[in-house]
């Protein structure tokens, strides 16, 4: 039944979907009602597929009025399809779920998430101030720059740029360090003897 949103007054049928405004029957109001055709049917199931709760039939643990679609692999608990949780192959509720989070007997939840790509960059900037440093980083920033180079970055997929330009300083470190090497050597009276 949709009602007049200033008097809250039941609307006629010949109001609802016209293309015009019309005046309420109590107050007077103009109002224009555009329902979707999914109102007047019957609501034999609620939204995303969730059936309503019918008599003889199990209900949700966590929502009493919609019917229950599976049972928790874990606890055993009825879960409607809100609830139901399929985690690979399993059918868990949100309890499970947070029970073996702490107590990390879920063994492909990913709790943590490292970017690899911030820490070779980071690996290969800030020891470039130094003088001595990227001897040790630069090495080890190319090394892991190509071991994560296929490594997931998170949840919202990154681009490699950060790796390529973490790459790209730790050689020019590497090229810096062996131009040094090569000078002090070369230019040195006592070496050169």
Request: one cysteine or more; a positive charge.
């Amino acid at each position: 039944m949709i009602r007049c949103t200033n008097c809250a007054a039941s609307l006629p049928d010949e109001h609802i979907n016209s293309q015009g405004f019309n005046p309420c029957p109590i107050c007077r109001s103009l109002i224009r009602a555009d329902v979707f055709p999914a109102a007047y049917e019957n609501p034999a199931g609620g939204t995303s597929g969730e059936l309503l709760l019918v008599d003889n039939e199990s209900s949700c643990f966590f929502h009493q009025n919609k019917q229950a679609v599976t049972a928790c692999s874990q606890c055993g608990r009825f879960l409607c399809a809100l609830c139901d949780i399929d985690f690979n192959g399993q059918h868990l509720c949100i309890s499970c779920i947070e029970s073996g989070k702490k107590k990390g007997k879920i063994g492909k939840l990913q709790n943590k998430n490292f970017l690899y790509d911030n820490i070779v960059l980071g690996m290969a900037i800030l020891p470039a101030f130094t003088f001595y440093l990227p001897v040790i980083t630069a090495p080890a920033t190319i090394f892991l720059a190509i071991k994560y180079w296929n490594k997931t970055s998170g949840i919202i997929k990154r681009g490699r740029f950060r790796i390529v330009l973490a790459l790209l300083i730790a050689l020019m470190e590497i090229i810096g360090i062996v131009l040094f090497v090569y000078i002090l050597i070369n230019h040195t009276p006592i070496l050169k003897q």
